[in-house]
T-cell receptor, first 113, second 111 residues
């Protein structure tokens, strides 16, 4: 079945460090891919998305490129801030079945000053 | 105005009790969901309703019963609570596009 795999956390970085969170997926069709972020004590919110191969999603300094050949959607940010501390979820939805979004296990990021 | 709101935010109860969590969205979306997030932050879909009709019903014990009185509301009732039901329950909504809008979550603790 369809699934999402993420690098295990927790990840701890110093402020202004470079961030990569790896995400790979398995899907039977052509999925749309997403990164959601969950700040402490809050619900998830969409960070960025990409709907077809080679698309790049970006928001708040974060970027991810939809790589069909490697079935990956790695999240990157050039310089993290303390306020980026959160749990990051990679997710997919397949074809026209927008009603089911499958989430990865989440990666916890802590940024220290 | 909160887009997706859940009540209560915290719920502590004894094993065997029955409890409900309510969810309302003011986004005009047609589809609403319940997700369960366990202690390791893993998110799993439980139910999805579209225009008050059940469209996704994952493998969830039948002690869990969703109810959608109208398309802006989706409530979750849980009978005979067990220790393993302790989790954070998230309500979400969407409208024809693969982007979910989540509530802040309801943390259920079963003692």
């Amino acid at each position: 079945g369809d699934s999402v795999t993420q690098m295990e956390g927790p990840v701890t970085l110093s402020e202004e460090a470079f961030l990569t969170i790896n995400c790979t997926y398995t899907a039977t069709g052509y999925p749309s891919l997403f990164w959601y972020v969950q700040y402490p004590g809050e619900g998830l919110q969409l960070l960025l998305k990409a709907t077809k191969a080679d698309d790049k999603g970006s928001n708040k300094g974060f970027e991810a490129t939809y790589r069909k050949e490697t079935t990956s959607f790695h999240l990157e940010k050039g310089s993290v801030q303390v306020s980026d501390s959160a749990v990051y979820f990679c997710a997919l939805s397949v074809g026209t079945s927008y009603d089911k979004v499958i989430f990865g296990p989440g990666t916890s990021l802590s940024v220290i000053p | 105005d909160t887009a997706v709101s859940q009540t209560p935010k915290y719920l502590v109860t004894q094993m065997g009790n029955d409890k409900s969590i309510k969810c309302e969205q003011n986004l005009g979306h047609d589809t609403m969901y319940w997700y369960k997030q366990d202690s390791k932050k893993f998110l799993k879909i439980m139910f999805s309703y579209n225009n008050k009709e059940l469209i996704i019903n994952e493998t969830v014990p039948n002690r869990f019963s969703p109810k959608s009185p109208d398309k802006a509301h989706l409530n979750l009732h849980i009978n005979s609570l067990e220790l393993g039901d302790s989790a954070v329950y998230f309500c979400a909504s969407s409208q024809g596009a693969p982007q979910l809008f989540f509530g802040e979550g309801s943390r259920l603790t079963v003692l």
